[in-house]
């Protein structure tokens, strides 16, 4: 049994429509999310303290709004912009830039406490090279964070999704979904199986998929 390893239930409800019915659940449990600027490194490390603490596999899944006129920001701090300003105060932001284009960005981690056949040298970068390595919209292994005596391969999936920020529209998704424009509909006025075939998460889930059905 896999575990999806989240505390948001939405993201949940989005990854059980890619893997077969009775073969994940999730697993509420909020790792370290380290100080870093990118979500490989968060995810990989997520991925082994959640391996640790379930001792099954896992999947851990990291996201963030990227906002171009604003460098990238909230990035890897998404979640905590979510708490701590809100959606609509993002958006007001975002009203004032020239640039008012974003991205959602997703990373997949998985962690089974064995080695991947696929990753010739998983221990031996470090998590910025994986990050690097999984590229804007490829895979990489999670590398090692170098502190671990026996450090755990990580698998890493990454997708990607352009759009726009918006005012508000719809009920649907979570998160930044409201505020978040893809041809021409936001992530909350699609139904989850539509925000699916086009979201960072559904790309991510994907690729994970189709690796985890033939490994
Ligand atoms: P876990 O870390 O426990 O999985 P989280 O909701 O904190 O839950 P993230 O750190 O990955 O997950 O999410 C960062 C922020 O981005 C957070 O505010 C989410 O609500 C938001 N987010 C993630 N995926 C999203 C999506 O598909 N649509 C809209 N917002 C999303
Ligand atoms: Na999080």
Redesign the pocket.
Known sequence: MLRYV???PG?VREAERYLPDGSVERLDF?YT?IQADGLGPIAARGAREAYRHADAPVLV?????FVEGLDGFPGPY??YV?DTLGIERVHEIAADLDDRRAA?R?VLGYCDGEGFAASPDPVDRGDRDAAAAAGPDGEGDGGSDGTDAEPLPVKLFEGYVPGRIVAPRGDG?????PI?EHDGET?AEMDTDRKNAV???GRALAKFAEWYADR
């Open positions: 989240t505390t948001n993201k909020d999310e899944d990291d996201a963030g709004l998404s979640s979510e959602f997703c998704g979570f998160g930044y979904d978040f992530f979201s960072h998460r």
